[in-house]
């Protein structure tokens, strides 16, 4: 899930590759509160999850919002997103 995190944030959200790592926090990366809403709909609308604005700004690090993406795409059970 890091790997398809990394690919929305650097495509979409035009983070610099090299910024983007597991350990790297919000501020690191440059999501500032705007970023973040747009992430959040893109993670909304790709996967068909609920993630929330206020999650991902919580969120410690890369990885943490790559879990938070992980523990939503597998309640979303079989069928749901992957």
């Known amino acids: 899930m890091y790997e398809e995190l990394k ?3 650097v ?4 983070v ?21 809403l747009e992430l959040v709909a893109l993670l909304n609308g790709r ?7 206020y999650e991902v700004l ?10 938070l993406m992980a523990e939503r795409c597998a309640a979303a059970g079989p069928g749901g997103p992957s």
């Not at 495509?11 to 035009?14: A, K, P």
């Not at 996967?47 to 604005?53: A, F, K, N, P, Q």
């Not at 919580?58 to 879990?67: I, L, P, Q």
């Open 16 to 36: 610099r590759a090299e910024d983007v790592t597991p350990t790297a926090s919000r501020a690191e990366v440059g999501l500032d509160s705007l970023a973040v």
């Open 7 to 9: 690919g929305i944030l």
């Open 47 to 53: 996967y068909g999850i609920e993630v929330h604005d």
């Open 58 to 67: 919580a969120a410690g690090t890369v990885a943490d919002v790559a879990d």
């Open 11 to 14: 495509d979409d959200l035009q």
